[in-house]
Structures are given as structure tokens and as C-alpha cells.
């Protein structure tokens, strides 16, 4: 049933409800604006999510005891929240979300989302995130949307009849965009030395950042490279135009970019609209590790907070202070290990705090958490160069490590080396 505003198409949900929030640049922020007026006559909602923008309002200290914040994945929006203790963080791998949904495992009652305006068929698309989106919409009770014109329209598993909705409202407004940041000296040659491991005809997985533009930066000589991942922006555009991108030795949908949500600017999103070389897949599909290696040559680029001289990856927390998200980094460090081929990349800053703290530690800091094991690491990339963890044993690892670490640390990580390990550097 169509209605005019958020709050109208919201009165439909009851005190203790679950609410599922289509997440990333397709928040439905819309309808948040009008959740937080909404709950205040409800008690105990619950509203889980991925990163989601504009969506500062539901961390207002108002909703308490109203409605609570889930995060499967923290961002700016709700990174104080969940460390001052008002909403809450659930590590997961990216790719089980869906699973906890379709198995009831996680019991949804509702779903919010931002879909494109219907086609002559009655049909709408998520757009630019599915995510675990298709799979809430396949179990909700309720399912309550924004219709937006300026949603782009895609292609894979994006397809919802407006006929699920019921309620929806139809507004016009502009899309999140993230804009690419700025490179710096540093981010320039961390993408270099990151791009030095990449070979023609590799199927890329790739986040969103400095350091992945840095790197995509630096392929203009490559042949035949594929996508295959779990979001990409702005930085992939030129490729494809200049046809270094061009998906053409993929095993899997050969000739398309995969993925499953974007984030980036208009023109990006205006390049994924109604574009059949696109799929927006259900992120169960996309982060599976079994669908994963069945390309070759996977090569899997992402970052990190702090890594310790065995090779743990910290990538969701600083300290006990959490910070993002487990994310699918392990699901593509994983897929591109059991690749025919395949690499996973590692790459970091060698410091953080402007010099003064080296990211390359003895020891992950207390409360830490592993997101990618010793066990799984393959390359970590500094921008002082590459160290190789595969089969290397403790002591190789720290050797390596503290090479690529800044040279003004060097000496102390030799010390701590013996000291925390027992190992002379």
C-alpha cells in the first residue's frame, strides 16, 4: 500500500520488533529519520545492519529502552554507540548473515529498504546493495520501502516486486556518495608495491579506500583482469574503460564485474545503471569460498589495523575499541588461497598517529581482534615493501615483518622479537 510519508509506512510496526536495514550507500535514510519519531511510541525495537550512512539519528540517547542498534559491521555512524555501550557489535563473517536469516536462526519481523522506481512490469531493484538484503526480504513479515527514482536500477539479484512491499512511499533524493580520498605519498606506494604482485588476467577482489585506488591506479599496463568481489567504487571506472578490465578469463560469469554492493560517486553509480555486464549477487553467493575459487588467479586486496610478528591480523578493533568489522576479509583470504593461482594481500600504513605508533607490532594490542589468522596470511605490504607469510616459519615471519616495518621501529621490534617470542632477529 502506497503512503505519503516514512512515518505512515512505519505505523505497521509493533513493540519488540526485529528490523533488518538495507545497508551501505543504499540506507534507507529516509525511512530512519522517520523510525526515530516512530519508536518513540514502540518499545524494544531492534534494528540490525551492515554500515549504514546518515544514520546518526537512531544513535540518539532518546531510543533507549525504544530501540537498539545490532551492527554487524561498524561505522562512523555507529562506532561511538557501540563503544559507549548503546548499541551493539556482532562479529561475523559477511557471507553467514544471510544464512542466519533464511535458517531463523535470526528471527526477523521487518525489513527497510531504498528501491528503484518499478518498471512497466511492477518491478523494483535494490540497486546498488544487495547484501543481505534479498535474503531479509525473503523471511520478513513486514517489508517497508522508500521508493526512490534516483535509485539505480541493476541487475542480478536486485529483482523485488512492489507487490512485497506493504507499505512504500515515493520520494527523490540524491544517493550517499563517497568520494575518493586523497592520495598521499605514502598510499601511492603501498598501491605500487601491491600492484607489483598482480598479474595479467587476475580476478581482483578489492575494498574501498585510498589503498585500493592507489593500487587500480597503477594496473593501466594490465591485461584481462576480472572482478570478482564484494564491493567496488570509483577506482575500478578507468579500467573498464581503457579495457583492462574486462572480466574475459573469468570461470565464473565470465565477461562481468560481480559483486555485491557499490559505493562511490554519481558517476559510478550511473555506470552500474541498467549495465548488463553488473551483477549485484546476494553476498551468500558472492563471499562463498566454494563460488570464490572456482576462478583463478583470485588475487584479494584488503587492509588492517595492526599485524603482530606471527602474521595475526587485527582488522575490526583497536584494542577493545571497536572499530569496523570482520567484513568478508576472511571469506576472500580464504577463496583466493583455494584458487588455482590465487594470492591474498594484506596492506597497511607502516604507523598510525602520525608517526608515532608503528602498525607492525610485537603484539596485537589487548582486546584485539583476529579477523585474519597466522595461519590463512599470505603477502602483507607496507609501503617499505612486501613480506611473503605463506609456509614461512615464526622466525622467518618476523624477519620479514620488521623489514617492511618504518625504519624507526626496527630496532625496537628486534628487541621485542626475543623478548615476547623468544626469537633472535
Not at 538495507?22 to 511510541?41: D, F, I, N
Not at 517497508?144 to 539479484?157: E, F, L, Q, S, Y
Not at 553476498?283 to 610478528?309: G, H, K
Not at 624477519?399 to 633472535?424: K, M, N, T, V
Amino acid at each position: 500500500m502506497q503512503v505519503n510519508t516514512p512515518e505512515q509506512a512505519l505505523s505497521i510496526l509493533k513493540d519488540n520488533d526485529v528490523i533488518w536495514c538495507q545497508s551501505m550507500a543504499a540506507t534507507p535514510y529516509r525511512l530512519l529519520e522517520g523510525l526515530k519519531s516512530v519508536a518513540l511510541s514502540r518499545r524494544n525495537l531492534t534494528v540490525l545492519q551492515l554500515h549504514t550512512e546518515f544514520s546518526e539519528m537512531l544513535s540518539d540517547p532518546s531510543l533507549q529502552g525504544h530501540l537498539r542498534q545490532r551492527a554487524f559491521f561498524v561505522g562512523a555512524s555507529t562506532r561511538q554507540a557501540v563503544n559507549d555501550g548503546l548499541a551493539d557489535y556482532v562479529p561475523i563473517f559477511l557471507s553467514e548473515i544471510p544464512k542466519l536469516f533464511r535458517s531463523g536462526e535470526q528471527p526477523l519481523n521487518a525489513a527497510i529498504v531504498q528501491v528503484s522506481a518499478p518498471d512497466k512490469h511492477g518491478n523494483c531493484s535494490l540497486g546498488i546493495s544487495v547484501e543481505a538484503t534479498r535474503a531479509a526480504l525473503q523471511v520478513a513479515d513486514k517489508v517497508i520501502a522508500w521508493v526512490n527514482p534516483k535509485m539505480p536500477r541493476t541487475h542480478g539479484d536486485a529483482l523485488v516486486p512492489l507487490s512485497r512491499f506493504d507499505r512504500y512511499f515515493v520520494e527523490e533524493a540524491a544517493l550517499p556518495e563517497h568520494r575518493q580520498p586523497p592520495q598521499s605519498e605514502t598510499t601511492q606506494k603501498i598501491g605500487q608495491q601491491v600492484a607489483s604482485l598482480i598479474n595479467d588476467g587476475d580476478c581482483l577482489q578489492m575494498g574501498i579506500g585510498a589503498i585500493p585506488d592507489a593500487t587500480l591506479a597503477c594496473l593501466g599496463h594490465h591485461k584481462d583482469l576480472g572482478i570478482h568481489t564484494e564491493m567496488f567504487s570509483d577506482g575500478v571506472l578507468p579500467l573498464v574503460e581503457q579495457g583492462v578490465i574486462n572480466n574475459s578469463r573469468k570461470r565464473k560469469h565470465p565477461g562481468r564485474i560481480v559483486t555485491t554492493f557499490a559505493m562511490g560517486s554519481q558517476k559510478l553509480y550511473d555506470f552500474v545503471d541498467d549495465n548488463q555486464e553488473v551483477f549485484f549477487l546476494d553476498v551468500e553467493y558472492t563471499n562463498d569460498t566454494s563460488v570464490i575459487r572456482q576462478n583463478s588467479q583470485v588475487m584479494s586486496i584488503n587492509s588492517a589495523l595492526q599485524v603482530d610478528l606471527s602474521g595475526q591480523v587485527c582488522a575490526d578493533s583497536i584494542g577493545t575499541k571497536i572499530y569496523s568489522g570482520v567484513g568478508g576479509q576472511m571469506d576472500f583470504v580464504r577463496g583466493a588461497s583455494l584458487s588455482e593461482g590465487g594470492r591474498s594481500v594484506i596492506a597497511l600504513p607502516s604507523t598510525a598517529c602520525g608517526g608515532k605508533v608503528s602498525r607492525i607490532s610485537s603484539l596485537l594490542a589487548p582486546g584485539a581482534g583476529v579477523v585474519t589468522t597466522r595461519a590463512h596470511v599470505h603477502y602483507i605490504v607496507t609501503e617499505y615493501g612486501i613480506a611473503n607469510l605463506r609456509a614461512r616459519s615464526m622466525i622467518e615471519r618476523a624477519r620479514s615483518l620488521i623489514a617492511i616495518a618504518a625504519p624507526q621501529f626496527r630496532e625496537q621490534l628486534a628487541r621485542e622479537a626475543y623478548d615476547d617470542w623468544g626469537l633472535s632477529i
